[in-house]
């Protein structure tokens, strides 16, 4: 259910479908340690967002592992890197859309504070990429 979760909070759907590239999957798995997260807070912020601190904080973690978000700022300049990895199990006009999607979002969220500003590019990029993704 995790790779529901980053594939969701990625691109509303996006991190870990492509962790087993070359994400660095321990600097991902950094990101939960010590939290207690079931499927079901895993499904719940997929659709519904980040509710709490830890799950927006969670989110910021994943997006700064896969190149989402840099300095605390959400970055685009990634994104074609990102959908061609993830393009070995999708579509071309999914890719493009996703890849639409994360330049878009990274444009439009204005960085505030660190897990906000993630939580804020997750909404954006679930929003934009949803109808690629079958969620």
């Excluded at 939290?35 to 980040?50: A, H, K, P, V």
């Excluded at 969670?58 to 896969?66: E, G, K, R």
């Excluded at 579509?91 to 439009?108: F, H, L, M, V």
């Amino acid at each position: 259910m995790r790779t529901i979760l980053i594939v969701s909070v990625c691109v509303a759907a996006l991190a870990l479908t492509m962790v087993n590239s070359e994400i660095d999957s321990k600097a991902l798995a950094n990101c939960t340690v010590g939290l207690n997260l079931t499927n079901r807070d895993y499904e719940r912020m997929t659709i519904n967002g980040s509710s709490t601190r830890e799950e927006k904080c969670l989110v910021a973690c994943i997006f700064n592992v896969t190149g989402l978000m840099e300095d605390g700022k959400p970055t685009g300049k990634n994104a074609a890197e990102l959908t061609e990895q993830m393009g070995r199990r999708q579509p071309s006009d999914t890719q493009k859309g996703i890849k639409e999607a994360i330049e878009k979002c990274s444009e439009e969220v204005k960085p505030t504070e660190l897990c906000d500003t993630a939580e804020e590019l997750r909404a954006c990029l679930y929003e934009n990429s949803k109808q690629y993704l079958n969620i």
